[in-house]
């Protein structure tokens, strides 16, 4: 009997930020993963805030456009003291997020422990030592000049892990949302979302 060809799954990883945001895209087949492209979208250079949140946008546009993904994971912003910095992370997630609703594509978010712990077996791992990891899951040496880049990679990569978890396709079969996701937030509390 002739084994199934495994097909191919395009995600996109997104770490959101207000002054620099990571993204990393890999491809998956069966269980080896490809790095396609990540890099940095450069904020600070930008006076306002609107006009960043607009540069999120175009940008997750564009590489949605130029990849196809087929998922988004993204990382959820970690609960800090200053609540007017919190607001505009969350505003530049929540963009980065529209930009793949707009296009159909399912979004599960990661809390930045479980990414590390994903990727390296430890929740307060360095920035460095998920570098380390990611070029050793990869077999690719990364540029250090996008290393914030790495979390975009570190998250698609932690989702695939999940998503192909046995646990995580029991629970929720191929198409449905995931737990902790956006889509089941929804579900769960349609009562808050109009």
């Not at 199934?4 to 997104?14: N, S």
């Not at 690719?140 to 990679?153: R, Y």
């Amino acid at each position: 009997m002739q084994q199934a060809e495994a097909t191919e799954k395009v995600i996109i990883g997104v770490d959101p930020g207000t002054q620099v945001m990571g993204y990393g895209v890999i491809s998956v087949k069966g269980q080896h993963i490809t790095l396609i492209q990540y890099g940095v979208i450069h904020l600070s250079k930008y006076t306002t805030h609107e006009l960043k949140l607009k540069k999120i946008f175009e940008r997750i546009s564009q590489l949605i456009d130029d990849y196809l993904p087929d998922e988004m994971a993204i990382e959820d912003p970690f609960y800090g003291k200053n609540p007017q910095s919190m607001l505009k992370l969350g505003r530049a997630q929540g963009v980065a997020m529209a930009a793949a609703l707009a296009r159909d594509i399912p979004i599960v978010e990661y809390s930045p422990k479980k990414v590390k712990q994903s990727v390296t077996g430890s929740g307060a791992a360095s920035k460095e030592q998920v570098a380390f990891m990611l070029e050793k899951i990869l077999k690719m040496e990364l540029s250090k000049e996008f290393m914030d880049a790495t979390d975009g990679i570190a998250i698609a990569i932690c989702h695939h892990y999940h998503a192909n978890s046995p646990a995580a396709i029991a629970s929720t079969g191929a198409k449905k949302s995931k737990k902790g996701g956006w889509g089941a937030f929804v579900t769960e509390n349609p009562n808050r979302v109009k």
